[in-house]
T-cell receptor, first 114, second 111 residues
Framework: DVKVTQSSRYLVKRTGEKVFLECVQD?????MFWYRQDPGLGLRLIYF???????EKGDIPEGYSVSREKKERFSLILESASTNQTSMYLC?????????????FGDGTRLSIL | SQQGEEDPQALSIQEGENATMNCSYK?????LQWYRQNSGRGLVHLIL?????REKHSGRLRVTLDTSKKSSSLLITASRAADTASYFC???????????FGKGTSLLVTP
């Protein structure tokens, strides 16, 4: 079974801090994604990566950056955390030619910015 | 950008009944997928239907796709309390890597 592991289930940080959310997958997937999920808004794509060191902006990249130094690891960085970034963050992965393959999700990190 | 819209937003049924959720989308798709999310957890893939397919089954799940109406439905037959979750449709276009998710239907199945 594919396993996507997010480093923290719950995280509390303060405004202005630099925050790192880590995601690791064990299935040699090329594609990795970061979403945030908010009540009433569903899932929105922040960034995705289709290869090591490659990244593409999603729908809401402002205030975030990402890093993909190794194939299995995809990090989401909040450069200077703000209260409006309090949310559930979900990481996902899939194979490169994944048009007819699912995405596999981690259990999410519920991040609170105080 | 979000493309799928699920309907209804919330659904409450009793065990043994069938649950039907609908999804509408706006642009051409390569495939449409349904995911389930239990409270506080990540999403789990349920079923994928390609744009050239009209119906697909997986266990108690039945998915239909009508590309002319840009809509899909997910039917869960003989529902169980364990089916209580949020259900999302997601579309993949013919270009691009990412999925576009709807806002979900919250299903409550009571014993």
């Amino acid at each position: 079974d594919v396993k996507v592991t997010q480093s923290s289930r719950y995280l509390v940080k303060r405004t202005g801090e630099k925050v790192f959310l880590e995601c690791v997958q064990d299935m040699d997937h090329e594609n990795m994604f970061w979403y945030r999920q908010d009540p009433g808004l569903g899932l929105r794509l922040i960034y995705f990566s289709y290869d090591v060191k490659m990244k593409e902006k999603g729908d809401i990249p402002e205030g975030y950056s990402v890093s993909r130094e190794k194939k299995e690891r995809f990090s989401l960085i909040l450069e200077s955390a703000s209260t409006n970034q309090t949310s559930m963050y979900l990481c996902a992965s899939s194979f490169a030619e994944a048009r007819n393959q699912p995405q596999h999700f981690g259990d999410g990190t519920r991040l609170s910015i105080l | 950008s979000q493309q799928g819209e699920e309907d209804p937003q919330a659904l409450s049924i009793q065990e043994g009944e069938n649950a039907t959720m609908n999804c509408s989308y706006k642009t051409s798709i390569n495939n449409l997928q349904w995911y389930r999310q239990n409270s506080g957890r990540g999403l789990v893939h349920l079923i994928l239907i390609r744009s050239n397919e009209r119906e697909k089954h997986s266990g108690r799940l039945r998915v239909t796709l009508d590309t002319s109406k840009k809509s899909s439905s997910l039917l869960i037959t003989a529902s169980r309390a364990a089916d209580t979750a949020s259900y999302f449709c997601a579309t993949r276009s013919n270009s691009g890597y990412a999925l576009n998710f709807g806002k979900g239907t919250s299903l409550l199945v009571t014993p």
